[in-house]
Each structure stands twice: as C-alpha cells, then as structure tokens.
C-alpha cells in the first residue's frame, strides 16, 4: 500500500514568515498533486509535478518533487493570512491506481 | 464556467434512513468520484465510474451505492446510514484515469449529519 506522510500536521504562522510543508513515502510515484483545501470547501487543485526533481512555481508558491519522485515540497515566501487552508498532496502510481492522500498541513496564517 | 456541483451542501438525516447525495459537471470527463472525508483526514476513495464502468474500492461497506445514469450525473446512496458515516462527501472528477496528469476536480461537497 502506497502512503504519502505530510508534515508537519498543523502550522500557525504570523503574516509575513516563510514556511515550507513536506510529504513524503517510500513508494515511487509517477505524479504528485497539491491541493488546497478551505473550510467547508473541497480541495482545489495548486499544481501538478511528473519529473523528477521538477519545480512549479505559482506566485509566491514554490513546489518541488524529489528526484526519486517519492517525495515532494511546498514552500510559501511571505505568507500571507489568505494562504490559510489544509494542504493536501496526493500521488498517483502507475496504471489505473487511484490517487493516494497525504493526510494534510492545516496552515493558519495570523495578520 | 465548468464545473463540479454537489447537492445539497448540507444534508441531514436520521439513523437508518437512506439517503441519497447528488453531483453533476459540466467537464465532460469520463471518470467520476466519490470520496468521504472525515474531520482532519484525508479524503477516502469509496469508488469510482470510468464512463459506465463502476469501480468499487475493497473497503467501502455495502451500505454505500452508486449510480451513473449518464455522462454528467453521479449519485451517491447509502441505505442506512449510521453514526459513523457523518462527514463530508467529496465528489470529484477527472478527464481520463490512466495518465499521469489525471488531475481531478472537486466539488464544494456534502456534509451529511446523521441524527
């Protein structure tokens, strides 16, 4: 079974700061997803990676997938209290495998 | 603007009496999903629909059901409801399931509230 591990759980961070999330696993995965998700909302889709060592850039977002691809990073320069949300990452495998979940970093950014 | 819609975004029922959860999209894609996701987890996959192919996950209970009577419509029953089945349940969809870019899209969801 394929498991993607994210760290850390929950974050709290002040306007301003840096932060970087991680998701890990042992497994290879052919794409890795980022997703964030609000309140009462679903998850809405960031970006996605497929080459290993690739990075996306989307604003002051910043993602990275390991040159292994079993791994991925998110990174936020100068938060922001609208970045607040549960981020998700999500792998998939190989064939018709369903997407995998990280359990997700709940950000909170305070002004 | 295309969509996933999920109705109703909030739904109440009572122990044991089945309810039925709805979603549509505008995408045109050929896969459908239904997850449920509970407070501080991540979303499960109870199963899918690759056009008409239903594609059920090993551990979802009987007690949930699905139909797909055409391309934009995708429902979600489940026969008695029980406590432990309160939560959010995430609709999602994806042009095709066997690509590395199968992005999916997610509706708004339901949170269901069983009483």
């Known amino acids: 079974t394929q498991l993607l591990e994210q760290s850390p759980q929950f974050l709290s961070i002040q306007e301003g700061e840096n932060l970087t999330v991680y998701c890990n696993s042992s497994s290879v995965f052919s794409s890795l997803q980022w997703y964030r998700q609000e309140p009462g909302e679903g998850p809405v889709l960031l970006v996605t990676v497929v080459t290993g060592g690739e990075v996306k850039k989307l604003k002051r977002l910043t993602f990275q997938f390991g040159d292994a691809r079993k791994d991925s990073s998110l990174h936020i320069t100068a938060a922001q209290p609208g970045d607040t949300g549960l981020y998700l990452c999500?792998?998939?495998?190989?064939?018709?495998?369903?997407?995998?979940f990280g359990k997700g970093t709940r950000l909170s950014v305070i002004a | 603007d295309a969509m996933v819609i999920q109705n109703p975004r909030y739904q109440v029922t009572q122990f044991g009496k089945p309810v039925t959860l709805s979603c549509s999209q505008t995408l045109n894609h050929n896969v459908m999903y239904w997850y449920q996701q509970k407070s501080s987890q991540a979303p499960k996959l109870l199963f899918h629909y690759y056009d008409k192919d239903f594609n059920n996950e090993a551990d979802t209970p009987d007690n949930f059901q699905s139909r797909r009577p055409n391309t934009s419509f995708c429902f979600l029953d489940i026969r008695s409801p029980g406590l432990g089945d309160a939560a959010m349940y995430l609709c999602a969809t994806s042009r095709n399931r066997d690509r590395a870019y199968n992005e999916q899209f997610f509706g708004p969801g339901t949170r269901l509230t069983v009483l």
């Open positions: 999500a792998g998939r495998g190989s064939g018709n495998t369903p997407l995998v």
